[in-house]
T-cell receptor
Framework: DAKTTQPNSMESNEEEPVHLPCNHSTISGTDYIHWYRQLPSQGPEYVIHGLTSNVNNRMASLAIAEDRKSSTLILHRATLRDAAVYYCILRDETSGSRLTFGEGTQLTVNP | DTAVSQTPKYLVTQMGNDKSIKCEQNLGHDTMYWYKQDSKKFLKIMFSYNNKELIINETVPNRFSPKSPDKAHLNLHINSLELGDSAVYFC?????FGHGGSNEQFFGPGTRLTVL
């Protein structure tokens, strides 16, 4: 699977929007962009995914650059419960179902 | 209504022992996985089963043996435990192959294994 690059850590204030960036310059045409997060002492949790177009769901929005070499996970109003490690993962349509986790971004939310 | 459950939550054991971790999913999924998260928090896939057949086996020592009695269960048996096996083990499930890169995985709460 192609590699992703994320900042090690980010901070936000409660009730403010958070933009979590991810670079994936070697993305291939069949790679989906997935975001998962892992809250403390819990298993990873699916957040959102997309292929080419921007996506919205109840948890977040995903903005994908036109050339697909980067994407941004947007939490519209951060809460303390959003403090977690966020993983940006590329998933090849043809590689089966594995998820290859990187180091992720540790998001701290300040009250 | 837990979607993916694992037992036990904590497991403390001596080196050399044999232990098992159990996983069950009630989502009707065809594919199940085991991941290992080490002390540095890296999450790595170990195994994947699709419809009770082994699909992914990621250079894991053969002391680790997954067993899938049916689609809803994937157990992990570990022989001759070593100190380096201490980690958190996560089970996950997803719809089967054919759903391509959009297929999301649902993770269990994890089993923290400590080998003394």
């Amino acid at each position: 699977d192609a590699k992703t690059t994320q900042p090690n850590s980010m901070e936000s204030n409660e009730e403010e929007p958070v933009h979590l960036p991810c670079n994936h310059s070697t993305i291939s045409g069949t790679d989906y962009i997935h975001w998962y997060r892992q809250l403390p002492s819990q298993g990873p949790e699916y957040v959102i995914h997309g292929l080419t177009s921007n996506v919205n769901n109840r948890m977040a929005s995903l903005a994908i650059a036109e050339d697909r070499k980067s994407s941004t996970l947007i939490l519209h109003r951060a809460t303390l419960r959003d403090a977690a490690v966020y993983y940006c993962i590329l998933r090849d349509e043809t590689s089966g179902s594995r998820l290859t986790f990187g180091e992720g971004t540790q998001l701290t939310v300040n009250p | 209504d837990t979607a993916v459950s694992q037992t036990p939550k904590y497991l403390v054991t001596q080196m050399g022992n044999d232990k098992s971790i159990k996983c069950e999913q009630n989502l009707g999924h065809d594919t199940m996985y085991w991941y290992k998260q080490d002390s540095k928090k890296f999450l790595k896939i170990m195994f994947s089963y699709n419809n009770k057949e082994l699909i992914i086996n990621e250079t894991v020592p053969n002391r680790f043996s997954p067993k899938s009695p049916d689609k809803a269960h994937l157990n992990l048996h570990i022989n001759s435990l070593e100190l380096g096996d201490s980690a958190v083990y996560f089970c996950a499930s997803s719809r089967g192959f054919g759903h391509g890169g959009s297929n999301e995985q649902f993770f269990g709460p994890g089993t923290r294994l400590t080998v003394l």
